[in-house]
Nanobody, 128 residues
Framework: QVSLAESGGGLVQPGGSLKLSCVASGRTFGSYPLGWFRRVPGKEREFVASISRTGDSAYYADSVKGRFTVSRDNDKNTGYLQMNTLKPEDTAVYYC?????????????????????WGQGTQVTVSS
């Protein structure tokens, strides 16, 4: 079982940057792919980015590709989401989550049901 805690959110102006962290408890963090999702009120959580258990592959939503970078440090039990060139439409609560099936990650990297452990989220607000 893995427990996750996001941090690093805040208020930033358009064009600014934030780096989110996802600290995991437990010894098995490195065995699971990690996903980042975001949600705004009244909408379902949407896929943002994900990374394989070893960090050798990553996926991004088209809306953030080229601006966001997902990474991880398994020795620190921490995942990261570097967000650059932030836009107002990036405003959301951002969640990290652990993928339940490393072997199926490449087929379900953006699938909500494939992630079985979730953090509480961190608020990102992009506004002038």
């Amino acid at each position: 079982q893995v427990s996750l805690a996001e941090s690093g959110g805040g208020l930033v102006q358009p064009g600014g940057s934030l780096k989110l962290s996802c600290v995991a408890s437990g010894r098995t963090f490195g065995s699971y792919p990690l996903g980042w999702f975001r949600r705004v009120p009244g909408k379902e959580r949407e896929f943002v980015a994900s990374i394989s258990r070893t960090g050798d592959s990553a996926y991004y939503a088209d809306s953030v590709k080229g601006r966001f970078t997902v990474s991880r440090d398994n020795d620190k039990n921490t995942g990261y989401l570097q967000m650059n060139t932030l836009k107002p439409e990036d405003t959301a609560v951002y969640y990290c989550a652990v993928h339940r099936n490393p072997h199926g990650f490449d087929l379900e990297y953006d699938t909500l049901y494939a992630y079985n452990y979730w953090g509480q989220g961190t608020q990102v607000t992009v506004s002038s």
